[in-house]
């Protein structure tokens, strides 16, 4: 493809900053609503118990305060509804609860709604929630995964025996099973993929209002896309045709996933704002978030690898539990299932089975976050293929080497039925090795001893898959002034979609970034979208802006022509115009717009790209950290990124994308801790109790690609949002646990080890 | 209710306001001010983070109150007759925001660390400085050195 100065693989500054480092974004609880009233929610301070109301009207008599609402309010409204159960392995299904948008009569976890206050301000409210008078029954409960599916563990639902919500398998179990019984070494790992707490800065927030009217509501909420939401508002919670509700997002402070789903309070401001005839709008605060938004992760893995002497991976057995919270979220079962489908990794594995478990517990529900099963599965993998290289006594290089698929083999069909395009994981590998100095690594760690710290050094190596189901369709325009917009269904989170979609028509029309404008988040605007997710906004929108860029380019040349009174054959597209190729005659868009033939239809493309299958980003992260052996502190000392993301769209945002996962990766693998007591409350509920990692926790990172293009993407690309945080989790657990065997024997710490972790461990093995 | 009067931005502004009223909520609910955000409830992230008498000070632990007849700077007002102040550049330049909700508090405390600190700042100073500034989204390393750009550049 032709360079362009603003096009695909520039650096180009981002449109989207001007407004934000001024002050001037438009995030949910910046936007301006006459007249608007505030929510706020009365939640569970316990985990499970029954209740009934005793005082309500003392809060409704409360200056200020205009309704308080139960569920004696909202009958008519449907609950919210898991959209992704999983069958069990023999074809049967667990009964699948909604949650409820305010709880009758029993809740199920700490922070679980029971009543609605809406009030004049945010004081007001806040004194109502607190006047409510509530008699609870606390009740029997359980918090810890493996405790939940004991038979006399309390159950969450009545009708869902040991809590096991799904019994599923992917794989063949009896073939895999053989294999492991004829094998000649098999290693195996037990590892916690701890629960996370997504933390985008900006927590959720929306704003109902209703126009009597037009008898049609309009959402304004920070998500991830908003017909996904339109969707399942009209269809399954308000049951009204879709055309009623207009859902909007403007500026997001951040989603990793999490503001993807429904959540209770959008449908109740929009019923509040009906019955109140006036704009209401809930602002979650930071303890809010930690109790009310859905968490990630939260797995237990067995993982065995059979091998033959000399360390080929015969077969890959995983056994996971996964844990989804007192009620099944928007996708929470489904995601534990994705990340096994991904649990082969880049190896060449012959037979693989997975068996994997949901299981309910008192807690807030666990859904897809940034990487959502991937990291998890990765992060197994990783672990146990540097376990084998140990049990093998060869090196974590050799072994992945010696097992990895080859270029030779692609397209490659794994034991989950994905079709793996092209991928050269060896040569990142080695590139990310010769980066991070492998070779000097003695050397640094001999020094580093002298000064009584222990050095580490490890790596990962992933494969991920991105952009995969649903596809996009939208619209580029050239606009009467001359510039162009971009209608799109997917929604920017702080990723710079703006930009980025602004460069793929730059490079197709050759005209400045500054001169196309991107519209995203308004179902009134944009017909139809699937949001943000599984990192498939560059990969899925950008196609379709590709389509729309080369279509719109053949109608302007078509209008260009009779004035050129040329062919549209000897036309070419430049410098903000079209021209005769070869000849300085020359039309602007801006003179086409102006054209009597320039009708809207004849200035307007629409297109759409569904991707027939996945990509693949892939690569290696390299980490090399020291182990204070008296305070368990670790410092990360060099972190090395070797990445296949196809082709590079804009390398400031590509790398940006890397920088902010990895650092999530090392909020999970060294601090970010999710705690519930014993009695299900959630001891980490806040920024000064869970440990998202600050500037000082981490260091700065060495980032280049190795691309090898996607055959099956129309632009090359591969997803890039969620890799960085699938990389690093088993790249600096493999760097600390080498450490900790080299000077200790340790082979093995869970997830996140924390200072106190690694210091026990190392005061057990000094024992 | 109470009533206050301050300068903010340059401009002398006055309220009635509840005594519990933060200063954050002045400023976003009263003067419409919605640039300083509102991250978290315990002082932690610094996305509500303004200069009040030239010094950093976190807009959602300090009541409107405490702040009768002060000097306060948001965000809004760090611009000079149109002109980005060199910090906020170098955020631009160097890709130092994706989501850009903490961005505001980040630039806010970044400006505060230059005036103590000087201009020239080093990347163990600059990440410990950060220590009330929470990004979910960047890794730090474009703000590390978008700060160290912006405070560079005020000095040249």
């Not at chain 1, 605060?285 to 991976?313: I, W």
């Not at chain 1, 002298?450 to 952009?467: H, N, V």
């Not at chain 1, 070869?582 to 003179?591: L, M, P, V, Y």
């Not at chain 2, 009533?3 to 009635?16: D, L, R, W």
Request: net charge negative; proline share 5%.
């Amino acid at each position: 493809m032709r360079p362009m100065k603003f096009g695909i693989g520039q650096a180009v500054k981002r449109v989207e900053d001007a407004r934000l480092i001024t002050g001037h974004g438009q995030y949910t609880g910046d936007v301006e609503a006459p007249g608007v009233a505030t929510a706020s929610f009365l939640r569970s301070p316990h985990a499970h118990a029954r209740f009934a109301f005793v005082d309500l009207e003392t809060a409704r008599a409360m200056p200020g305060v205009l309704a308080v609402l139960t569920a004696a309010d909202v009958v008519g409204l449907g609950g919210v509804p898991c959209l992704a159960p999983m069958a069990n392995a023999d074809g049967t299904t667990t009964p699948l609860p909604d949650c409820p948008l305010l709880c009758a009569d029993e809740v199920r976890h700490v922070g679980d709604a029971v009543a609605m206050v809406i009030a004049e301000d945010e004081l007001a409210a806040r004194d109502a929630v607190e006047a409510i008078g509530v008699d609870w029954e606390p009740l029997d409960l359980v918090v810890d995964v493996p405790a939940a599916m004991k038979g006399e563990a309390a159950q969450v639902w009545p009708d869902v025996p040991g809590n096991l919500a799904f019994d599923s398998g992917i794989g063949k179990k009896e073939a895999t099973d053989a294999v492991f019984a004829a094998a000649p070494r098999v290693v195996a790992l037990r590892l916690v993929n701890n629960r996370l707490i997504a933390n985008y800065m900006e927590p959720r927030g929306a704003i109902g209002e209703y126009d009597a009217g037009e008898d049609r509501y309009t959402l304004t909420v920070s998500s991830q896309g908003v017909h996904g939401l339109q969707d399942t508002l009209a269809t399954k919670i308000m049951k009204l045709p879709a055309e009623k509700i207009r859902v909007v997002t403007k500026d997001v402070g951040g989603g990793f996933g999490v503001k993807t789903f429904m959540y209770r309070e959008y449908p109740l401001v929009l019923a509040a704002a009906k019955m109140l005839g006036r704009p209401v709008r809930w602002l979650s605060d930071r303890s809010e978030h930690f109790l009310a938004d859905a968490h990630g992760r939260d797995n237990v893995t067995v993982a065995e690898m059979a091998l033959d002497e000399k360390g080929r991976f015969l077969g890959l057995r995983i056994d996971l539990i996964g844990g989804l919270g007192a009620y099944p979220s928007q996708y929470g079962p489904y995601i534990h299932y994705l990340g096994a489908t991904m649990a082969t990794g880049p190896y060449d594995i012959g037979a693989f089975h997975a068996r994997v478990r949901g299981v309910y517990t008192h807690t807030t529900p666990v859904d897809a976050y940034r990487g959502a099963g991937r990291p998890e599965a990765a992060y197994v993998l990783e672990r146990l293929v540097d376990a084998c290289a140990r049990e093998m006594k060869t090196t974590p290089d050799a072994i992945r080497a010696l097992n990895f698929i080859k270029p030779a083999q692609m397209p490659y069909r794994t034991p989950t039925k994905r079709t793996y395009d092209v991928g050269e994981f060896e040569g990142a590998m080695r590139q990310a090795l010769a980066r991070a100095d492998a070779a000097g690594f003695s050397a640094r760690a001999a020094q580093a001893k002298a000064q009584g710290k222990l050095r580490g050094f490890g790596f990962a190596s992933y494969i991920e898959c991105t952009a995969w189901g649903e596809g996009e369709e939208g619209s580029l325009t050239l606009n009467e002034d001359g510039s162009f917009t971009v209608l799109v269904g997917t929604q920017s989170n702080g990723q710079g979609h703006e930009t980025a979609y602004a460069q793929v028509v730059a490079q197709y029309l050759d005209v400045p970034v500054d001169s196309v404008r991107v519209v995203q988040g308004d179902t009134d605007r944009v017909a139809t979208g699937n949001g943000t997710g599984g990192s498939r906004s560059i990969p899925v929108g950008s196609a379709m802006v590709a389509r729309a860029s080369d279509k719109l380019s053949i109608q302007l040349k078509e209008l260009a022509s009779d004035r050129l009174e040329a062919a549209v054959a000897d036309l070419e597209i430049a410098d903000g115009g079209v021209r005769i190729a070869g000849t300085d005659r020359a039309i602007s868009f801006a003179d086409i717009a102006r054209l009597p033939k320039a009708t809207p239809e004849a200035r307007r493309a629409v297109e759409s790209y569904t991707p027939p299958e996945a990509t693949y980003p892939n690569g290696t992260h390299v980490c090399e950290l020291e182990v204070d052996p008296e305070t368990g502190q670790v410092t990360i000392e060099r972190y090395t990124i070797c990445d296949d993301f196809g082709v590079t769209l804009n390398p400031l945002l590509l790398a940006g994308q890397v920088h902010g996962g990895v650092v999530q990766g090392v909020g999970q693998a060294l601090s970010e801790r999710t705690v519930y007591s014993e009695d299900g409350q959630l001891l980490s509920a806040s920024l000064m109790d869970y440990g998202v990692p600050r500037a000082a926790d981490v260091g700065s990172f060495h980032f280049e690609t190795r691309n090898v293009p996607s055959t099956t993407n129309p632009l090359g690309l591969k997803g890039a949002g969620e890799a960085g945080s699938i990389g690093s989790c088993p790249a600096v657990m493999n760097a600390l646990v080498d450490a900790l065997h080299r000077n200790y024997g340790i082979a093995h710490i869970d997830m996140p080890a924390t200072p106190l972790a690694i210091f026990k461990a190392i005061r057990a093995a000094a024992r | 209710m109470i009533s206050i009067s301050m300068t903010v931005n340059g401009k002398p502004v006055k309220g009635s306001v509840d005594p519990r009223t933060l200063l954050v909520q002045f400023l976003r609910e009263n003067l419409r001010l919605t640039g300083t955000h509102v991250g978290c409830d315990t002082s932690q992230c610094g996305a509500c983070v303004v200069h009040v008498n030239g010094q950093a000070v976190k807009s959602c632990t300090t009541l409107a109150a405490t702040c009768d007849g002060a000097s306060v700077v948001t965000i809004e007002g760090l611009a000079k007759d149109g002109k980005l102040h060199p910090m906020q550049e170098a955020f631009r330049d160097n890709h130092g925001l994706q989501c850009g909700f903490c961005t505001p508090g980040m630039i806010m405390t970044a400006v505060d660390m230059v005036n103590r600190k000087g201009a020239d700042l080093d990347e163990k100073t600059i990440r410990e400085e950060l220590d009330g500034n929470i990004c979910r989204c960047t890794g730090y390393h474009n703000i590390v050195k978008a700060v160290a750009q912006g405070a560079a550049t005020k000095s040249a």
